[in-house]
């Protein structure tokens, strides 16, 4: 018998990788009739450092996300998924993405994008990709290409190489 899965996670940060994860993620919640959540987490480690914090660039943050995350609905909807939904999280999004939002809502698959960071970068602050396929304790399917299966790198490097 073929795993079913019901519930899958999604994380999108605006990264090209997350992209490519949200479109697979639609295609196999449509395969399996599941429910997607689509999660993005404001890291509120950025704003820790801001000496004028405010409320209204935590507020314009979470107005932005939201704009997005409903282009995000519209876009899956589009593609015949109704049953899709989405979550702002505040926090760390390792933790968030990785343990924290599949137990509150039993997920059973996370799709993540690969990650976009560079060596140096996940060095120096992790690759929350890294930290999710180590420590959660539901499948993790990393998306490494497009619909296509073209590998996400080849397209990357295309577009750095036609905008440099």
């Known amino acids: 018998m073929l795993q079913q899965y019901t519930k899958i996670l999604v994380a999108v940060d605006g ?9 697979k993620a639609v295609e196999v919640a449509k395969r399996n009739k599941a429910h997607l959540f689509l999660i993005h987490v ?16 935590v507020e314009q943050v979470t107005e932005t996300s939201k704009s997005t995350m409903e282009e995000y609905i519209k876009t899956a909807k589009e593609a015949g998924l109704d049953d899709v939904s989405y979550s702002i999280e505040y926090g760390a999004p390792k933790t968030i993405i990785g343990r924290e939002f599949p137990k509150k809502q039993g997920i059973d698959l996370i799709m993540i994008g690969a990650t976009g960071l560079n060596a140096v970068e996940r060095l120096l602050i992790g690759s929350v990709t890294e930290f999710v396929t180590r420590t ?18 080849d397209v990357v490097n295309k577009r750095s190489t036609i905008e440099g």
């Open 15 to 23: 990264s090209y990788e997350a992209e490519l994860a949200f479109r």
């Open 136 to 153: 959660s304790t539901c499948d993790v399917l990393v998306v490494r290409s497009d619909l296509d299966n073209s590998p996400a790198l």
């Open 42 to 57: 404001i890291d509120t480690r950025a704003f820790q450092n801001v000496s004028s914090f405010d409320s209204a660039m």
